[in-house]
């Protein structure tokens, strides 16, 4: 078995890895019993195992074992001997499901993000609800939902996965509304059997502002029984001025992390690490050109997954001119889906401007710069006609928007902040 899983491991590590950390284990395997025991050569071993190796070992172990096995850790000599002392007294499940890919091992982190990744593994172990609620903050793209579920998964390898609710804002209203037809004592009676509540898209209470007050009512309910709650949002909770005072006080009550976006140094370790998985051979520099060109993980995701595609269909070997074709046959599109709405929301977040002002007439300088950003990307990014985006800003004159568009479109060449600006919140609206 271990032979094995040795030839299994090598299609994601280096023999110099496997050396160092693979081969001084000790394996006790039962296929009957789905359970495998892991002896180390000694405490130390043990000890550094767990922080830099056990993630990535046990995500792979699943993927070689499948599911419904569970794992033990032993610091010992030998197994047959018989006189190992456990590191651990709880045996593990190695089971994803909440997906595979979710791990905090995959997640990719640099100094920035060290403590909201530190905080969500301390949550993972849970010892007592110490942050009850969790909320993790971040833009599109900066991988709130992976850490989500990464702290899903990890609970899971300890608790029965049936016991935790992981579902959007959307779904946990559709579970009011539809599958229990508005009944919100049987949907609440069943909320209740579950230990751990974690929310996806919370910011689309927003959409929902007469589920507010049930909010409240399933917080209590979590917070007062010391059943762990975890929530993931796009922008700090703290600056909902849609929430309903009871539910934000709540909300308070736990630990805030907010992630920030992914920079040029997690772009190239991404794209470095899927290329190694996927065997796809890539220079320093065409490493960088990716990585500097698409600041959208789902785009980075397609655009390595279509130079993977060639290299196993078309040609073994990709040549610099076959990934400047493919490049040059790829671009950023807006989604279909990206509406005037979304780039007002975008731009008043960033300027700390409420929508209504946006496509209001205040003239104060800074709402009037702010709705002049706003216009100008709208007209970019949709191609919107003049009136029709006249219409979508409160009604304003076709001259009016014009107007807008043709003063930054001649601010940003002389200005460079602007010109970066105007890029970052492009990105913001695409990711949105």
């Known amino acids: 078995m271990k032979d094995s899983l040795r030839k299994h491991l090598l299609q994601t590590c280096s023999e110099d890895e496997l050396k160092r ?14 359970r495998l025991t892991v002896g180390f050569p000694h405490a130390f071993f043990a000890k550094w195992f767990e922080v830099d190796i056990q993630d990535k070992f046990e995500a792979q172990l699943n993927l070689f074992l499948g599911s419904g096995y569970v794992i033990s850790y032993r610091d010992t000599e030998p197994l047959e001997r018989g006189t190992g002392v456990q590191v651990a007294d709880v045996v593990k499940r190695i089971d994803f499901p909440f997906g595979q890919e979710f791990t905090f091992d995959t997640f990719l982190i640099n100094k920035k993000n060290y403590f909201p990744i530190a905080s969500a593994k301390e949550v993972a172990k849970q010892s007592g609800s110490l942050f009850n609620p ?36 959307d779904e946990l209203h559709s579970l009011y509304s539809i599958r229990f037809k508005g009944d919100r004592f049987k949907a609440r009676s069943h909320l209740f059997e579950y230990d751990f509540l974690f929310i996806d898209d919370f910011h689309k209470i927003r959409e929902h502002p007469h589920f507010q007050q049930e909010l409240v009512n399933i917080f209590n309910h979590f917070y007062d029984n010391k ?15 849609f929430l309903d005072e009871a539910l934000q006080s709540r909300l308070g009550w736990g630990l805030i992390v907010t992630l920030k976006e992914p920079d040029l140094e997690i772009r190239v370790g991404y794209i470095q690490r899927q290329a190694q998985a996927k065997r796809l051979t890539l220079t320093k520099e065409q490493v960088l050109t990716l990585a500097q060109r698409f600041t959208d993980f789902r785009y980075l995701q397609g655009i ?129």
Not at 153 to 159: C, F, G, Y
Not at 227 to 241: G, L
């Open 304 to 432: 390595l997954l279509k130079l993977f595609a060639f290299k196993e269909l078309v040609k073994q070997d990709l040549s610099q001119k076959d990934f400047d074709h493919i490049l040059a046959n790829t671009e950023e599109k807006t989604t279909d889906d990206l509406t005037p709405k979304k780039i007002l929301n975008v731009v008043s977040e960033h300027f700390s401007v409420h929508v209504k002002d946006l496509i209001g007439t205040k003239r104060h300088q800074h709402i009037a710069h702010a709705r002049q950003v706003a216009m100008f990307l709208c007209r970019q990014m949709l191609n919107t006609s003049y009136p029709a985006l006249g219409r979508s800003f409160g009604g304003k004159d076709h001259s009016t928007v014009l107007y807008s568009v043709k003063k930054i479109e001649q601010m940003q060449e002389d200005d460079f902040e602007l010109k970066q600006l105007l890029k970052t919140l492009k990105n913001k609206c695409r990711m949105s």
């Open 134 to 169: 969790f909320i993790i903050c971040g833009s599109g793209g900066s991988g709130k939902t992976h850490l989500l579920r990464a702290v899903a998964n990890e609970i899971s390898k300890q608790h029965d996965y049936s016991t935790l609710f992981m579902g959007s804002m």
């Open 21 to 34: 950390w693979f081969d001084p284990l000790f394996f006790d395997y039962s296929e009957k019993e789905k």
């Open 227 to 241: 059943k762990q709650m975890a929530i993931a949002c796009r922008e700090k909770v703290t600056s909902y001025d």
